[in-house]
């Protein structure tokens, strides 16, 4: 009898032991997968040191070397997605932003150079409307919304880089900057403009071409040059 309590015991102590283990291989697993799930691509700064306004921006730049097998854009569709004349554009069904607005903004602090916290940024090129990276940006800025995250990475874990690429927009350059709380462009534009990280973006003469989609109060603005 007493050797029947025994093993008993021993037992009911291994299926606890069991237990315990299984958990925490569980907890490691899902922590592996946070892991692998951060884009290796992002180079941008933290936001909690680089924002002024309750984290509600975030910049990320990066460029692309490589050789990858994706499609590329072909040059002519190119140049009829970008434009140098933004009065005549209109926005992509969905999209909030007011283009000429944004552009007119954008251009004039980029053609004039700018001086924030202390840094002087000096004039740079204009940079033209591209209806792809409009396109990108407006999609990430609707995920944003209707998924309830503030992210440079979409809710299914595409990093910024990886979107523009799946949109077929062959890069050399690209960057994005993202915000959220500003009822206008000029309200937005400011904001970006007096954080280092986007201020560095938005003058960043690598760029020629942007999109910013608006989708209610979430901006995203990608940047980009072509291959």
Same mark, same amino acid.
């Given at each position: ?7 008993? $015991?021993?037992? $009911?102590?291994g ?11 569980i ?17 941008g ?7 002024t306004?309750? +984290? ?6 990066t460029t ?6 994706e ?11 970008s ?5 005549? $554009? ?16 954008? *251009?004039d602090?980029?053609?004039?150079? /700018?001086?924030r916290?202390?840094t002087?940024y000096?004039?740079?090129?204009? /940079?033209t409307w ?14 944003? /919304? +209707? *998924?309830d ?7 299914d ?5 990886q979107?523009v690429?799946?949109? *077929?927009? +062959? ?6 900057? /993202? ?21 560095r973006n ?16 979430h901006w995203?603005?990608?940047?980009g040059?072509?291959k």
């Open positions: 009898m007493n050797r029947s309590w025994l093993w008993y $015991l021993i037992l $009911l102590v299926i606890g032991l069991y237990s315990c283990e299984s958990d925490e291989i907890e490691l697993e899902e922590g592996q997968e946070v892991v692998q799930d951060k884009p290796q691509d992002e180079i700064e933290d936001n909690s040191n680089d924002d306004s309750n +984290d509600e921006n975030a910049d990320e730049e692309d070397e490589e050789t990858t097998d499609e590329t854009t072909d040059e002519e569709t190119t140049d009829e997605e434009t140098d004349d933004s009065n005549d $554009l209109k926005p992509i069904k969905g999209n909030g932003v007011d283009i000429q607005e944004i552009m007119r903004l954008i *251009n602090a980029r053609t004039k150079g /700018v001086t916290n202390g002087y000096p004039p740079v090129g204009k /940079v591209n209806k792809t990276l409009e396109t990108v940006a407006l999609q990430h800025s609707k995920d944003m /919304v +209707d *998924n995250f503030f992210s440079h990475t979409s809710s874990g595409t990093s910024m880089a979107r690429k799946d949109a *077929n927009y +062959d890069y050399r350059y690209v960057g994005e900057n /993202v915000a959220y709380g500003f009822p206008t462009e000029k309200a937005v534009v400011e904001a970006w403009l007096d954080s280092p990280g986007h201020c938005i003058m960043n003469k690598n760029y020629t071409e942007m999109g910013v989609g608006r989708y209610e109060d995203t603005q990608d940047f040059t072509h």
